[in-house]
T-cell receptor
Framework: AQKITQTQPGMFVQEKEAVTLDCTYD???????LFWYKQPSSGEMIFLIY??????QNATEGRYSLNFQKARKSANLVISASQLGDSAMYFC??????????FGKGTRLHILP | GAVVSQHPSWVICKSGTSVKIECRSL??????MFWYRQFPKQSLMLMAT?????????EQGVEKDKFLINHASLTLSTLTVTSAHPEDSSFYIC?????????????FGPGTRLTVL
């Protein structure tokens, strides 16, 4: 079974609109971390935001926020006021304890001018 | 944030040759490094976990004799693709662990694009 599920292979969003990228996860661990990474066409992996399983508040980093719904095992990324430079591949990932990071299949986001 | 470098950034080689890729943590010590492979339009697939001073732990389906990993120091891990074939052509990315506050954050290298002719 997949540990990380991203159901949106691709999305098209108008510039300046907010966008939500979906991510659900599967774990039986109590201690885990959830990550979002951005991968532009250059290939580099850019860390965006982190949410710990014990964090009570949703994580925010500038225009990025993570909508953490623990009971639903959901960790959606919200990008406010999207910009053309946000066009990229976005990966949701999870780490159980201090173990390896597992990635979802990704969502390709296209921002339209 | 912490910086991880990879060398080379791209390499083209003939089938049957071996290729070595270096991964360095530039401003921190990394007891654990990870090697990923990414085929076009796909996600990152973990190949192996590299621990300083010990043998690497390979994921299921990854041939340890073909993908040799050495983690000789706290700042350097190398991946050697032995007897490379065209199907080994891929984007190889390393990452390194750093303790950051209450969580372990992995920092990624810029990747190495391998093309085997």
């Amino acid at each position: 079974a997949q540990k990380i599920t991203q159901t949106q292979p691709g999305m098209f969003v108008q510039e300046k609109e907010a966008v939500t990228l979906d991510c659900t996860y599967d774990t039986s661990d109590q201690s885990y971390g959830l990550f979002w990474y951005k991968q532009p066409s250059s290939g580099e992996m850019i860390f965006l935001i982190y949410q710990g399983s014990y964090d009570e508040q949703n994580a925010t980093e500038g225009r990025y926020s993570l909508n953490f719904q623990k009971a639903r095992k959901s960790a959606n990324l919200v990008i406010s006021a999207s910009q053309l430079g946000d066009s990229a591949m976005y990966f949701c990932a999870m780490r159980e304890g201090a173990d390896k990071i597992i990635f979802g299949k990704g969502t390709r986001l296209h921002i339209l001018p | 944030g912490a910086v991880v470098s990879q060398h080379p950034s791209w390499v083209i080689c003939k089938s049957g040759t071996s290729v070595k890729i270096e991964c360095r943590s530039l401003d921190f010590q990394a007891t654990t490094m990870f090697w990923y492979r990414q085929f076009p339009k796909q996600s990152l697939m973990l190949m192996a976990t590299s621990n300083e001073g010990s043998k690497a732990t390979y994921e299921q389906g990854v041939e340890k004799d073909k993908f040799l990993i050495n983690h000789a120091s706290l700042t350097l891990s190398t991946l050697t693709v032995t007897s490379a074939h065209p199907e080994d052509s891929s984007f190889y990315i390393c990452s390194a662990d750093e303790l950051a506050g209450s969580y372990n954050e992995q920092f990624f290298g810029p990747g190495t694009r391998l093309t085997v002719l």
